[in-house]
């Protein structure tokens, strides 16, 4: 598992900031900012790049992300950081989708977090 995480950072860190595949009818945008997550469609591609800014007490998984538009709960399972200590100093990119739900707001489940410069 470890190593497949140590894979997924190393595919992540060159992979540019917006998502491959198909663009255009019936495919929902890639979703780039924390503000345009609440409004996204179920299961829309998500490329975010701010910080971690905290853990979400008694979520499990759960954790504030935010980047100069706003502010989104993402879900980050602990094999996803690998081997990374990520503090709210660092500037992350997450990779992922986002999760619609009708009892709490949106909020993106990542896939991939890559540390970036």
């Excluded at 198909?22 to 998500?46: I, K, M, N, Y």
């Excluded at 971690?52 to 980047?67: A, M, S, V, W």
């Excluded at 986002?98 to 707001?105: E, I």
Aim: some cysteine.
């Amino acid at each position: 598992m470890r190593v497949l995480a140590l894979l997924l950072f190393i595919l992540c860190a060159a992979v540019p900031s917006h998502a491959a595949g198909f663009e255009g009818p019936g495919v929902s945008p890639t979703v780039t900012r924390a503000a345009d997550v609440l409004d996204a469609q179920d299961d829309a591609p998500c490329v975010l790049e701010g910080h971690i800014l905290e853990k979400i007490p008694f979520r499990k998984n759960r954790y504030l992300f935010g980047d100069g538009s706003g502010r989104v709960v993402v879900e980050i399972e602990n094999d996803i950081f690998g081997h990374l200590t990520i503090t709210p100093r660092e500037r992350v990119r997450l990779m992922g989708h986002v999760n619609w739900s009708r009892k709490r707001s949106n909020e993106v489940e990542v896939d991939a977090l890559a540390l970036i410069d």
